[in-house]
């Protein structure tokens, strides 16, 4: 994989630092701003190829968010997670060995829109708490969300969906969260590496000079975590994750 980034064009980069601070934003907190960062990336680097450049900088970014919520966090709700979550990582990436960029954006399309309608159940509650609690549920969570994180980096809203419903206060919310992005990121790195060949000394570059802006957007979200209302924000996050998804299948098909 040859970047070339010098040459990249003026909105690549904008479009590169602005993804670095939606990532930043979301492990600060608002969750579901990660999710406009795998369609912008796709777009400008390809499928494959972008989520390899994405998955340095989420683990920056969870780092700080680990440490920042230290203490918050419920083991046990994990452990019903990584065994199936480490599963759905596997078949993530050997299905992703064998199909065209073009279909791999499709299916980054496609779980961020199917993450969008997770999202909007989740606020209509028609997800509910007895529903969340049941094994078999926690297993499909850990499949799906390995799967997502895999192919597209976005387990997030899949996540928040589960740690929602089992009606975890703010802080463990945040803090159990942050740890089962870190493992499941941790995991994705073997498969990047040596296997799809996505992340390298010059993908690497990209994300040291996106770190500034992670971390800018890192505090941004702590602080609206703390003092605005996330409600509103979350509606405009969701519209512009539609928007940034509908250009992506527009990017595939056209």
Known sequence: MSLFFPSLPFWS????????????????GIKGTALLAIPIMAIIFGGKVSSGIVLPMLLFAD????????????WKT????????????ILG??????????????WMAGIVFGSLTLMLLQNNGLVNEKMVSHPIFASIIGLLGGFSTMIGN????????????????????????????????????PFHIFSWKTINAESLILNILGIPFLVFGFFSGTWIVHHLEEKTFRKLVIWMTLLAAARLLFDVWF
């Open 13 to 28: 980069w904008i479009g590169l630092f602005s993804s670095a601070y939606f990532i930043g934003m979301a492990k600060g």
């Open 93 to 106: 990436h050997y299905l992703g060995m064998y199909v065209s960029d073009a279909i791999f954006k499709l």
């Open 63 to 74: 780092l700080f968010a680990v440490r920042h919520y230290k203490g918050h966090t419920e």
């Open 78 to 89: 994990l452990w019903k997670l990584l065994p199936m979550a480490l599963l759905g990582i």
């Open 154 to 189: 976005a387990a997030g809203p899949i996540m928040s969906v589960y740690l929602l419903g089992l009606k975890l206060p703010k802080l463990l919310f945040l803090g159990t969260g942050a740890w089962f992005y870190l493992t499941v990121n941790i995991m994705k790195l």
